[in-house]
T-cell receptor, first 111, second 113 residues
Framework: GQQLNQSPQSMFIQEGEDVSMNCTSSSIFNTWLWYKQDPGEGPVLLIALYKAGELTSNGRLTAQFGITRKDSFLNISASIPSDVGIYFCAGVKTSYDKVIFGPGTSLSVIP | EPEVTQTPSHQVTQMGQEVILRCVPISNHLYFYWYRQILGQKVEFLVSFYNNEISEKSEIFDDQFSVERPDGSNFTLKIRSTKLEDSAMYFC???????????FGSGTRLTVV
């Protein structure tokens, strides 16, 4: 099936540090999405990427759609305590396909 | 900010009972989805729905599951005879045509005992 892998699985960082996380796949995706999930809540869309090589920012967040279309990364600069949560990458293969989620990266920020 | 609304937020049911999870998608969205998340695991696709019919479903979405859009606003997921392993968070999502930025609801936590 369509599998997405995320690394790292979890990270513990100091407030103010920058964060980088990756998402990879063995198959090509045409759209990459990054979501954040807080405990007890549904995932919230952070960034959507639609073109290979695209680099998009949303405040302190920056995400890139890999040139091979098999990967994406998310960077968070100057982390703050409210960045705590699980970050999911998600991909879409075709216009009529569903969104496939990765297993998530759990981020903890130490004040 | 428009929201996807899900009710109830938490449902406890006896094994073998039927449950209906309810969702009100964003009003101008055309594509609707149900996902589930077993505690501590990833978000898994169940079913997509467009133009009043199922467009795709996963292996999880077996004959015990059904979806319906009974009127212009509600989108429901029914589990006919619940099993212990159906315990999970169930998320409804919707999107507009031309974008893959789903909006998710806050979920229904289903506990089967």
């Amino acid at each position: 099936g369509q599998q997405l892998n995320q690394s790292p699985q979890s990270m513990f960082i100091q407030e103010g540090e920058d964060v980088s996380m990756n998402c990879t796949s063995s198959s090509i995706f045409n759209t990459w999405l990054w979501y954040k999930q807080d405990p007890g809540e549904g995932p919230v869309l952070l960034i959507a990427l639609y073109k290979a090589g695209e680099l998009t920012s949303n405040g302190r967040l920056t995400a890139q759609f890999g040139i091979t279309r098999k990967d994406s990364f998310l960077n968070i600069s100057a982390s703050i305590p409210s960045d705590v949560g699980i970050y999911f990458c998600a991909g879409v293969k075709t216009s009529y396909d569903k969104v496939i989620f990765g297993p998530g990266t759990s981020l903890s920020v130490i004040p | 900010e428009p929201e996807v609304t899900q009710t109830p937020s938490h449902q406890v049911t006896q094994m073998g009972q039927e449950v209906i999870l309810r969702c009100v998608p964003i009003s101008n969205h055309l594509y609707f989805y149900w996902y589930r998340q077993i505690l501590g695991q990833k978000v898994e696709f169940l079913v997509s729905f467009y133009n009043n019919e199922i467009s795709e479903k996963s292996e999880i979405f077996d004959d015990q599951f059904s979806v319906e859009r009974p009127d212009g606003s509600n989108f429901t997921l029914k589990i006919r005879s619940t099993k212990l392993e159906d315990s999970a968070m169930y998320f409804c999502a919707s999107r507009q045509r031309g974008t893959w930025g789903y909006t998710f609801g806050s979920g229904t936590r289903l506990t089967v005992v």
